[in-house]
């Protein structure tokens, strides 16, 4: 499997401000995806990274909110923008592998970057 | 579209007890089954998966089979420990669906002395 680092691992932010969270896969994966994981609730997948190009984003979340990069194959940052106390969540990356590898289908995920917003 | 149905926890058990958390999905086609396990304070590990009926998928004494004709990938235990305590995730993908993952609820799992 991959190693995934995430940085930071949590923040305290004040509302209104901007943080971005950087996602490091330490091999080249295929695809890379961010999620958000509110207080004792599952999973919401917020977008897939596109490396070179713009995010796709799920239903209900939205560039301008959630600006994301991917600019190789290893690296991807999202931005929360803007934030509220409703922001507050733990926002995790994931990496898949090309199906060579014997890995495809399966998602590694990082772990987590903690947010809190005042 | 497509959703992954687990049971509510917390699960409180004693250690050595026998575990099975229930994990039901709805899906159109044949999808990838995974178990995700999110110990305190860490992010998720993948546990085990199975990618088509009647696998079974093992790992750390864990074990689940995918049932296609009762859509389920229930997850069990022979004997818990402590440190199996967590949150358990069920998910599913399908390869053609960009490989995003639809997780369940979770369920939180504690294991008592």
């Known amino acids: 499997s991959a190693v995934i680092s995430q940085k930071p691992s949590r923040d305290i932010c004040q509302r209104g401000t901007s943080l971005t969270i950087q996602c490091q896969v330490d091999?080249?994966?295929?695809?890379m995806f961010w999620y958000r994981q509110q207080p004792g609730q599952s999973l919401t997948l917020i977008a897939t990274a596109n490396q070179g190009s713009e995010a796709t984003y799920e239903s209900g979340f939205v560039i301008d909110k959630f600006p994301i990069s991917r600019p190789n194959l290893t690296f991807s940052t999202l931005t929360v923008s803007n934030m509220s106390p409703e922001d507050s969540s733990i926002y995790l990356c994931?990496?898949?592998?090309?199906?060579?590898?014997?890995?495809?289908?399966?998602?590694?995920f990082g772990p987590g970057t903690r947010l809190t917003v005042t | 579209g497509n959703s992954v149905t687990q049971m509510e926890g917390p699960v409180t058990l004693s250690e050595e007890a026998f575990l099975t958390i229930n994990c039901t999905y709805t899906?159109?086609?044949?999808?990838?089954l995974f178990w995700y396990v999110q110990y305190p304070g860490e992010g998720l590990q993948l546990l085990l998966k199975?990618?088509?009926?009647?696998d079974k998928g093992s790992n750390k004494g864990f074990e689940a089979t995918y049932r296609k004709e009762t859509t389920s990938f229930h997850l069990e235990k022979g004997s818990v420990q402590v440190s199996d305590s967590a949150v358990y995730f069920c998910?599913?993908?399908?390869?053609?669906?960009?490989?995003?993952?639809?997780f369940g609820t979770g369920t939180q799992l504690k294991v008592e002395l």
């Open positions: 998910a599913l993908t399908f390869t053609g669906g960009g490989n995003k993952l639809t």
């Open positions: 994931s990496a898949s592998f090309p199906k060579t590898s014997g890995f495809s289908y399966e998602q590694y």
């Open positions: 899906a159109t086609g044949y999808p990838s």
């Open positions: 199975a990618t088509k009926a009647d």
């Open positions: 091999s080249q994966v295929t695809m």
